[in-house]
């Protein structure tokens, strides 16, 4: 397809989109370059080559894939392949067609794309959530770094060169510097939060709620700022127009767009898929209000920003949306924007217009100061750890590709110089690959999970409060996780137990995590009508069998890698003692194999490492459950061998002789060459053996020993043991004093159960004895 344009002189000039291949002149065959198609396609070509050449040596030293876009367009750019000016002139001598028009298409529809996916995944319902704290944090580190670097703004304005750039240009650019700096915008801190896995932690919610409240002013600045621009550089009449044209979009979107939304959720059935006519109906809505708001002098961002923002947020319109544009946006599109805008970048400028840029820089350097200590003040003030506050404030002064858009922008309308944004595209690079460095020194995650206090069962006292967390992700653990805290019942309800439960969501369309509690009187954040039901069925549960409310009930929409972080956090605040979680095997209720879940069990291996109290991994065949619903007795059996985990699993079952329908039997399996030693796990264990002998001290439990001499035998007992019982409680690891496992631990199937708990989860065991595994505390 060939296109003909004219210019003053009126000579006609061929633009061509698709060529006939290098067959069409052998002896030049790169005249396929002067067609648009094959042009763009070697140019995405070299990018993606250079991003995967980058990429292989930096994710050695754990910088991420951003870095590796930045870099492959500094290698595009001027300083070595100089791609954008080779390619200016391949189409035509028209400056309007030169050859990097469709490459520049494609950057602007990625940085739209997924500015608008950011939007749309954004949770504004649960910004104010986290108290006042963030939001005095967003303010102040926009706010103090603003008016500190204005006040700076005009000095030595007299002395600016007038070759580098008009006076009036360079103030304005000054101006540029100090607006950017100050603000941060809420897909820098999401990506760095990512890259760290930290978006669940305290520190996370607290620094995204900040993010956000900054990001509006910062926004709102920089809007006003171009509309003041329009009104001083063009006229004033086209800045009323534009204003208004502003007005009635916002109007058209709060109005009109939002209850069309709102209308196409309500036309979707549960549970099922949007239609496909709704999606794309979507994304031209976006499509054009980008195009409005451009034809009115406002960025093209604007638009994608609020279609995206009154959307609503999770499924089914907002994971629809994600599922189908997400991927792609992120792989292909991003990786071209950011390495196109990146190839404008040039090295050498800086070193050659370094005296013009330096009061810039110096700008910058002041305006990051005040920053950091706008955030750190109060954070301090609310008592944070230092270090923490540090990272807070290092986090809200960072730069990443986000940023590039504003700079690319700015570049664009003439408001500054090229030597400026060079400079603030390198910053922006080291930023990249320092910042998540310099995070993860000051910030640990799993520092307080550190177990300096003792929670676990074996430290309780005799009447203490049994306090457990059990953990939900689908209906069918609900009834699983009753008939298990119904074990410790009693008739004198003389063992207290307070429960919480957690009800854990795949976070789907949005990306700021959730904690939402529903024993608070709050706005219902979540709609979803089984964790209702489970709420009601729980609060039933204790009212009933323990004639107590103590019940505390929450739901977490997260991250599948980072549902951990909530279990974990929310274990701290209500000071458990054991976690309960499903394993990832599940069975029938008539005790046939279903399925793993990768995904939970993946999750059970990040709470074993990190848990701040004892966790408990309940694998259910079916026949315990089935019990309980025919309010049968339940056989109770742990075996003990030695070890903390042991230690913990029989004071567990010692909580559950109270109850008339549980009968509980310990049974030592011994090594036929046990010897006496002064270790400690040793002397532990021989004391709770010892009480376990004794009739005046134990009651209600049954006490054996059987001697095994190695893994086979272990093997064949444990699953004879298996077809007496409805639930084996075993812990995880075991003493030194433990039989030889030799033949076992090789054939390990799930190791997140330990030898004992795999053995009785495996598929082919013809038992429908469920199995309770228990991993005490870890302490420091």
């Not at 069918?476 to 307070?498: D, H, K, T, V």
């Not at 444990?718 to 004093?737: C, F, I, K, P, Q």
Request: charged share 15%; aromatic share 8%.
């Amino acid at each position: 397809m060939n296109t003909t344009t004219y210019i003053e002189d009126c000579r006609p000039l061929l633009f061509n989109i698709s060529s006939n291949g290098i067959w069409e002149n052998l002896s030049s065959p790169d005249v396929i370059f002067g067609y648009s198609l094959p042009l763009m396609e070697i140019q995405i070509l070299l990018i993606f080559t250079s991003v995967v050449m980058t990429h292989m040596f930096l994710r050695c030293i754990g910088i991420s894939h951003i870095a590796s876009y930045m870099i492959a367009g500094l290698i595009m750019g001027p300083q070595l392949l100089d791609l954008r000016e080779k390619s200016t002139w391949k189409l035509s001598l028209d400056p309007v067609m030169n050859g990097n028009g469709p490459l520049r298409g494609f950057s602007v529809c990625g940085f739209m794309m997924f500015t608008f996916l950011m939007s749309l995944k954004t949770s504004r319902r649960v910004v104010f959530n986290n108290g006042p704290l963030p939001v005095v944090i967003g303010i102040l580190t926009f706010i103090v770094p603003l008016f500190g670097g204005l006040c700076f703004r005009n000095i030595l304005a007299d002395n600016i060169n007038p070759h580098y750039m008009p006076p009036k240009k360079a103030l304005a650019e000054r101006t540029v510097i100090i607006a950017t700096q100050s603000s941060i915008l809420l897909p820098t801190t999401t990506y760095f939060l990512s890259e760290l896995n930290i978006l669940n932690s305290e520190f996370g919610r607290l620094a995204l709620s900040a993010s956000v409240i900054n990001d509006i002013l910062g926004v709102s600045f920089i809007v006003l700022a171009y509309s003041l621009g329009t009104y001083k550089n063009i006229s004033h009449s086209t800045a009323y127009i534009d204003l208004i044209a502003v007005i009635i979009f916002f109007l058209l979107v709060f109005f009109v767009v939002k209850p069309a939304m709102e209308w196409i959720v309500q036309q979707t059935p549960e549970d099922k898929p949007v239609a496909n006519i709704y999606v794309h109906a979507v994304i031209l809505t976006v499509l054009g209000s980008a195009v409005y708001t451009t034809v009115f002098r406002m960025k093209y961002l604007l638009g994608p920003v609020m279609i995206g923002l009154v959307i609503p947020e999770g499924p089914p319109l907002g994971s629809a949306l994600e599922a189908k544009y997400e991927k792609l946006t992120l792989n292909v599109f991003l990786p071209i924007s950011i390495a196109f805008s990146t190839m404008r970048c040039d090295i050498t400028r800086i070193v050659y217009e370094l005296d013009d840029i330096l009061y810039n820089i110096f700008l910058m350097v002041l305006t990051i100061a005040l920053k950091l200590v706008a955030g750190i003040a109060p954070c301090l003030y609310c008592k944070l750890p230092l270090k923490e506050s540090i990272a807070v404030s290092v986090l809200l002064s960072c730069k990443s590709f986000p940023e590039i858009f504003f700079y690319e922008s700015t570049l664009d309308d003439k408001y500054i110089s090229q030597a400026t944004y060079s400079f603030l595209i390198f910053y922006t690079l080291l930023n990249s690959g320092i910042i998540p460095v310099v995070i993860r020194s000051l910030y640990d995650p799993n520092r307080k999970y550190i177990g300096y206090q003792k929670r676990n069962i074996f430290s309780l006292k005799p009447n203490s409060d049994l306090r457990i967390l059990t953990c939900v992700h689908n209906p069918g653990n609900i009834s699983r996780a009753i008939a298990f805290i119904q074990l410790f019942s009693s008739p004198n309800q003389e063992n207290p137990i307070m429960v919480t439960v957690l009800h854990l969501v795949k976070l789907v369309g949005q990306i700021v995590p959730i904690l939402i509690s529903h024993n608070k009187k709050t706005k219902q954040l979540i709609n979803n009508s089984y964790i209702h039901t489970a709420n009601l069925a729980f609060s039933q549960l204790m009212q009933e069998s323990f004639d107590s409310e103590s019940v505390a009930m929450f739901t977490a929409l997260s991250h599948e890698n980072l549902m951990h972080q909530d279990i974990c956090m929310l274990a701290l605040d209500q000071a458990t003692s054991m976690i309960v979680v499903p394993s990832g095997r599940t069975w029938t209720i008539d005790g046939e194999f279903m399925s793993d879940d990768v995904a939970i069990r993946r999750l059970n291996i990040s709470l074993l490492e990190r848990s701040p109290c004892s966790i408990g991994i309940l694998v259910d065949r079916g026949h315990f459950l089935r019990n309980h619903k025919r309010k049968d007795n339940i056989n109770v059996c742990a075996i003990f061998i030695g070890g903390k985990d042991d230690r913990e699993a029989l004071s567990l079952v010692n909580r559950m002789k109270h109850n008339p329908k549980v009968q509980v039997s310990v049974i030592r399996l011994m090594s036929n060459q046990e010897t006496e030693s002064t270790n400690w796990d040793y002397i532990l264990d021989h004391e709770v053996i010892k009480e376990l002998k004794d009739p005046e001290v134990n009651t209600n439990i049954a006490y054996t020993e059987r001697i095994v001499t190695g893994g086979p035998e272990v093997a064949t007992t444990v699953r004879l043991l298996s077809e007496a019982y409805d639930l084996m409680v075993v812990g995880r690891n075991h003493g030194t004093s433990s039989p030889d496992f030799s033949g076992l631990i090789e054939w390990v199937e799930l190791p997140e159960l330990g030898v004992i708990g795999d053995l009785l989860a495996v598929r082919d065991l013809r038992s429908s004895v469920s199995v309770l595994v228990v991993q005490q505390q870890h302490q420091a």
